[in-house]
């Protein structure tokens, strides 16, 4: 389960419990729970994207954001950066769909209303 943030579709959890992806595109801000301190899909997801991101063109390389998910990382060639903001921009398209499809499948069985 992956939601964006300030869109109040997203279930009341404890920040603790909580792992962000902040897109550099758009600027949103993708979440997902770690269920209680358990690895989930969506976390699994989010922490990808966050590996991708510190070894794009786009990673924080001043600190100017409060996470450190999104410093860069030493030594990436400018190559391996380019083809890394390439895949992260691959795997965004798979975070948006389900961060769409999330909130529409979270209301039950639509075949059985």
């Known amino acids: 389960r992956i939601w964006i943030r300030g ?12 792992v962000s ?13 770690t269920k209680g ?6 976390q699994a997801m989010i922490d990808r994207a966050n590996y991708l991101l510190a070894r794009t063109d786009y990673c924080d390389d001043e600190d100017r954001t ?5 410093d860069c990382v030493d030594g990436v060639t400018s190559a391996d950066r ?3 903001t390439n895949e992260l921009r691959n795997y965004m398209e798979l975070i948006q769909a389900i961060a ?8 039950g069985n639509p075949y059985a209303p």
């Open 66 to 70: 409060e996470t450190p998910d999104d």
């Open 82 to 84: 380019a083809a890394a």
């Open 100 to 107: 769409y499809i999330t909130p529409r499948l979270s209301h």
């Open 7 to 18: 869109l109040g579709n997203a279930p009341e959890i404890d920040e603790e419990y909580l």
């Open 21 to 33: 992806f902040r897109d550099p595109w758009t600027g949103y801000v993708y979440e997902t729970t």
């Open 37 to 42: 301190g358990e690895s989930s899909a969506g």
